[in-house]
């Protein structure tokens, strides 16, 4: 269990990182440490007679989250030829403080929901809560498209956490969620970045006004 | 409890003799020579009282609810002690810079009637620690608040000063509205006006509403005391005060703030576990914007004001710690916040008093306080420059004077707080650990500011190096000053004694294992009293074989090293907006910093202009818009307010005629 | 008897410090490098000189470096180390320590001011400013000692090493020290050391005016400054109460070399940060602090 937690610290701080740095390549490479930490999950939260089920799954977690994506993400950040430093509408220092302001909030939350008891091993629950608050932070607080689809495969990462104690019962959850990227690589990726940079020869969300009249 | 009769009648009898003598100088001796003996004789009355001593005096004075019920226990006392100090050194210090025939204003001799409130100041200040009833405590306080009006505006020919007066005026009495609220409240809950009275009504659970009472009162004594966002009128009515005047209120009155506050919580009896946080939570607030506020500013007196609402949210951190010390049943954290807040106040009215002392010398000399002005007064005025020196060292709570001491006990009342029940409250306490020290070390940088770039490197203008050196009947004040705070250094652990009788009368507080915190802070305070002896020691070791050394080796005097630069001048030093550029570069909301820079547009500009300003971001967004629009609401109500005779009789008509069918 | 043999250790050993610090330098960067005892000659010239003073300067010119040195000084006095607890202890020494170092800064800002210089005022301004935001930081680590350990005095939190499994959280705590020893001392990636520069001044440049015993005192003074942030990186990740007294006085100098030579190793990697990024750094420090802090307290 010991490792469990240290891996769910440092998914804590792969999200704090998330929030304080600055280049967009950086935060691809993040997304790949995230991945990895991730791919560790399903492994140490196996119960006893999974363990084959656990190791498929991990490896998949590991090819789809650690490699799949970040690799993606890197194709399509040196073909769209982007500023490779982000603008915030958040600074940065703010930025950090609504982070650890996130994962207080998570902690205490986690006392006032009523769980059954053992469902959530300790630290579990604040950890994906703090990644789902960090993608949302990235979404909002962040000018570039880019910045909001790593912060959706961020606060995605935190659901698909959540979800992990559910692997060992025989649910289809873990695949669903695994699926579900998938579905946000070919989607949202692929076709919404491609058209979005031959219409408007930007990423720069703010100065997508079409949305309003 | 007779010496402090005896020192209100002579504060009475100096008031009276000043305003008799209008128009002669004789009115600048009668009137600080009433305020000292005042003070003196005040003095021997605290001292000469055992500390945990309390008395009562009760004499009815024929008004249909209250008497005149006067009483002095161990807080009464302990917040006594300022009002008395700086009572006789800002007599002394206002008689020294009054004096002379060039004190004119408008064709008239104004010190008369100047030291005719300052006497009452003084007088209402002592009639408000002593007050043990509601209705003379509110006497009290308008009396007390009445008076700044007539001293700040001393020097009313300048329109500043005037609407400094004004800023000063509305505020107090929007405060003074939130007291006769709460006071009024109390009594048509419980019927009775006397403190006992009230507070054993309170602890029976006759109050209904004590949280809205809460309310009152904070906003009330917050008022006074200078809380974010109450705070406006503190950095207007102290710049324009003459700086007697200014010690006064910065030392002594905005305390009557907090030991209005401290009052209000001993009569609302026990108190909900929201009170104690929420007075946490703001005094960190008022503590952490009044010294990036203070940083930024460039005139010493804004500066000080600043700093003086830093240091009452320390002392309402303290308050706020002994609530909540007191509903956890935690008694450490409640006797060493309440002592601390005490010790705090205390520290706090030495020290500033002394810095605006020193700034109004600095002021007489130069003939202003702004930074951009001021420049190596330090040579030029030598005793000034050292004892603002010693004050700004001990404001920013540095070993070895006894600021740190008030700010270590305040940290101990947290650390003992770090094993709360609970996760909020654990990480609200180390919130309030980091807090405090970040406010250390920006009031380090902001006093550092102040000290520097006033009295040392090169004058900065023609009036600075050439300031006048300051006379002896001005100086003795500052020494006496300067004196009390070596010796509060020196005893810092018997003033920790002192402040936790205050904090052991304390309803609600378990005797014994107060005593037992109180003590133990006092025995750290002993060992860090060695180390900071040990700072002295090592100090003048140094300098002893540093000047053995220099003597045996030589000393050549050149001039500063300039990086081969050939034109050195004063004005390219680092001044007021320059040196907290870094900081303002990270925080410049928090400190109210605007600039603008007017350029030549291309290339190479010839002309350029920064200016750089810190006006009050509170007052100039939210207060002076909120006063507009009140002001222009009263604007349209004067349509009633025509002129005409007839209508008014109108108006006399109806109001009859409505009574009469409401009432039959 | 230990407790002096810490002071002693302290007082004597600290100039060497910088000495390993620039030694690994030169050796990266391909060069011989000075002797490893130059920050002793050093000390020695300057004492042994006489000094060349400003006009402009006043009392406070003379006064700064020596209150510095003291001040820097009775901080040791509250440092624990291998053989025992600190010479003076109590709960919550560690503010007295921090703000024993705040009066050093203090001494030499106020110095600095009364040069008149602007050089001198920058030093001041950025030195006064990072400090400010360094102070929180440090309170924050010593606060996740303090609960780790359930002490509240310095020698209680120090040298006890991580109860229990090498959590993660508590291995954060040394790395902060580091980043504040790094700041504190203005080594790279916050200050240069070894430059004059307008770029690289925040604390070098406060002291141009100096020279003499007064430089021998400031150099010394950071000397121990570097000492001080070092034991208290070293011991607050090393067992050393817990082992008998030799092998405990060789783990904390050999903890001390690692310092040393770890310092050494980032100022051969790194560049500059540029002024700006500095807060974020501290920023970043004090997040993972507060992280710490968060996690330790949750339990």
């Not at chain 2, 050939?566 to 390219?572: D, G, K």
Request: with cysteine; aromatic share 8%; hydrophobic share 55%.
């Amino acid at each position: 269990m010991e490792l469990f937690e240290s891996v769910l610290v440092a998914l804590i701080c792969v999200n704090l990182a998330y929030l304080a740095f600055t280049r967009l390549r950086t935060l691809a490479r993040l997304t790949a440490v995230q991945g990895i930490l991730l791919a560790w999950v399903p492994l140490l939260c196996a119960g006893p007679g999974d363990h084959g089920h656990a190791l498929l799954l991990a490896l998949a977690v590991l090819a789809i989250k650690g490699i799949g994506f970040p690799w993606l993400l890197a194709r399509t950040l040196s073909r769209l030829e982007v500023n490779p430093v982000i603008e915030p509408y958040l600074g940065f220092n703010l930025s950090l403080v609504a982070g650890v302001a996130g994962l207080l909030f998570s902690l205490w939350l986690e006392t006032r929901l009523p769980f059954p008891p053992g469902l959530f091993p300790p630290l579990l629950f604040p950890a994906a809560l703090t990644s789902i608050f960090t993608g949302l932070t990235l979404v909002v607080a962040r000018h570039k498209a880019l910045t909001q689809v790593i912060g959706y495969l961020a606060a995605e990462n935190g659901i698909f956490l959540l979800g992990t104690p559910l692997s060992g019962q025989g649910s289809v959850w873990l695949e669903l969620s695994v699926l579900l990227d998938v579905f946000v690589a070919v989607f949202v990726m692929g076709i919404a970045l491609h058209h979005i940079s031959k219409t408007f020869e930007s990423i720069d969300v703010g100065r997508f006004c079409s949305l309003r009249d | 409890m007779e010496l402090f009769g005896v020192s209100l009648v002579l504060y009475l009898l100096g008031a009276l003799g000043a305003l008799c003598l209008t128009g002669r100088e004789a009115a600048n001796r009668v009137g600080p020579a009433g305020a000292l003996a005042g003070s003196l004789v005040g003095l021997a009355s605290v001292f000469s009282t055992p500390a945990s001593a309390a008395s009562l005096f009760v004499l009815p004075w024929g008004l249909p609810i209250g008497d005149l019920a006067l009483g002095l226990d161990p807080a009464s006392r302990l917040f006594l002690l300022p009002v008395y100090v700086l009572g006789a050194a800002c007599a002394v210090s206002g008689a020294a810079s009054l004096g002379g025939p060039h004190e004119e204003h408008c064709g008239q001799d104004r010190r008369g009637p100047h030291w005719f409130f300052f006497n009452v100041l003084l007088l209402g200040l002592s009639l408000v620690m002593a007050a043990r009833d509601a209705v003379c405590f509110l006497v009290a306080w308008e009396i007390m608040s009445l008076a700044p009006f007539f001293l700040i505006s001393l020097h009313d020919d300048e329109v500043e000063v005037r609407e400094a007066a004004w800023i000063y005026l509305v505020a107090a009495h929007l405060g003074a509205v939130c007291l006769i609220a709460f006071f009024a409240a109390f009594w048509a809950a419980t019927g009775v006006t006397g403190f006992d009275a009230l507070a054993i009504a309170a602890r029976q659970g006759q109050l209904p509403g004590a949280s809205l009472l809460f309310f009152l009162a904070l906003t009330g004594f917050g008022a006074k005391a200078g809380f974010v966002p109450f705070h406006v009128w503190l950095p207007e009515a102290h710049p324009a005060a003459p700086s007697h005047v200014s010690a006064m209120l910065s030392g002594a009155m905005i305390s009557a703030g907090v030991y209005g506050l401290w009052r209000a919580l001993e009569l609302l009896g026990p108190a909900a576990p929201w009170w104690g946080w929420a007075l946490l939570g703001l005094g960190l607030a008022t503590a952490l914007s009044g010294i990036l506020q203070a940083l930024a500013q460039g005139n010493i007196k804004r500066l000080l004001a600043y700093s003086s609402v830093e240091n009452m949210g320390l002392a309402c951190l303290g308050l706020g710690l002994g609530c909540i010390g007191r509903q956890t049943g935690n008694e450490t954290m409640a006797a060493l916040g309440l002592a601390g807040a005490v010790f705090h106040v205390l520290n706090h009215a030495a020290f500033k008093g002394l810095l605006f002392l020193c700034a109004g010398e600095v002021l007489h000399a130069v003939g202003s306080v702004r930074l951009a002005h001021l420049g190596g007064l330090g040579k030029r005025l030598p005793v000034v420059g050292a004892c603002f020196t010693l004050g700004a060292l001990g404001i920013a709570g540095l070993p070895p004077l006894s600021g740190f001491a008030g700010e270590l006990v305040l940290a101990l009342a947290i650390l003992s707080g770090i094993d709360l029940p609970g996760l909020l409250p654990r990480v609200g306490m180390s919130g309030a650990l980091a807090a405090l020290a970040a406010v250390g070390g920006f009031a380090l940088a902001a006093f550092a500011k102040a000290a520097g770039l006033a009295f040392l490197g090169e004058p900065r203008t023609p009036a600075a190096a050439n300031a006048a050196p300051a006379g002896r009947l001005a100086l003795a004040p500052l020494l006496f000053l300067a004196g009390c705070i070596l010796a509060a250094a020196a005893f810092a652990p018997m003033l920790l004694s002192l402040a936790g009788q205050a904090a052991l009368a304390f309803p609600g507080l378990d005797p014994a294992p107060a005593r037992a915190a109180l003590a133990q802070a006092a025995d750290i305070l002993q060992s860090a009293g060695l180390v900071c002896l040990g700072i002295v020691a090592l100090t003048l070791a140094v300098l002893f074989l540093r000047s053995r050394l220099l003597t045996a080796h030589g000393v050549r005097r050149e001039g500063t090293w300039g990086c081969g630069y050939t034109a050195p001048s004063s004005r390219i030093q680092y001044g007021a907006g320059s040196f907290v550029e870094p900081t303002a570069k990270i925080l410049r909301l928090p400190m109210g910093l605007s600039r603008r820079l007017d350029m030549d547009a291309g290339y190479f500009p010839a002309r350029g202009t920064l200016t750089v300003t810190s006006p009050d971001q509170l007052k100039l967004r939210f207060f002076t818009p909120l006063f507009e629009v009140v002001a222009r609401t009263c604007d349209a109500l004067k349509v009633v307010q025509h002129g005409r005779v007839h209508l008014y009789i109108l108006y006399v008509l109806a109001t009859v005629v409505l009574l009469l069918a409401w009432k039959l | 008897m230990n407790t002096l043999a810490q002071l002693l250790a302290a007082f004597v050993l600290a100039p060497l410090l910088s000495g390993i610090i620039n030694r690994v330098k030169a050796r990266i960067g391909g060069r011989a490098g000075r002797p490893i005892l130059q920050t002793y000659y050093d000390l020695a010239k300057l004492v042994r000189k006489g000094a060349v003073i400003s006009r402009t300067t006043s009392w406070v010119f003379a006064t700064g470096p020596a209150v510095s040195l003291a001040a820097t000084a009775a901080a040791l006095l509250l440092l624990p180390g291998p053989g025992g607890p600190a010479a003076i202890g109590f709960s919550g020494d560690f503010m007295l320590m921090a703000y024993c170092l705040g009066l050093s800064r203090l001494g030499l800002i106020l110095a600095a001011l009364d040069t008149g210089s602007s050089f001198e005022g920058m030093g001041a301004s950025r030195e006064a400013a990072f400090a400010a935001l360094a102070e929180p930081v440090l309170f924050l680590c010593f606060l996740c000692l303090a609960t780790d350990t359930s002490g509240l005095s310095l020698s209680a939190m120090l040298g006890t090493g991580t109860d229990g499994a090498m959590a993660p959280q508590r291995l954060f705590v040394p790395a902060i020290l580091f980043v504040l020893l790094l700041t504190e001392n203005s080594r790279i990636p916050v200050d240069d050391p070894n430059t004059h520069l307008e770029l690289t001044m925040i604390h070098e440049v406060m002291v141009l005016d100096h020279s003499g015993p007064d430089m021998a005192c400031i150099v010394y003074g950071a000397s121990l400054k570097l000492w001080l942030f070092g034991a208290l990186t070293t011991l607050s990740v090393l067992p050393v109460r817990q082992m008998p007294p030799l092998s405990a006085w060789g783990t904390f100098l050999g903890g001390m070399f690692a310092v040393a030579v770890a310092v050494g190793l980032v100022e051969s990697g790194m560049a500059r940060l540029r002024m700006e990024r500095v807060p974020r750094l501290l920023g970043a420090a004090g997040a993972l602090a507060a992280l710490s802090l968060v996690l330790m307290v949750w339990r």
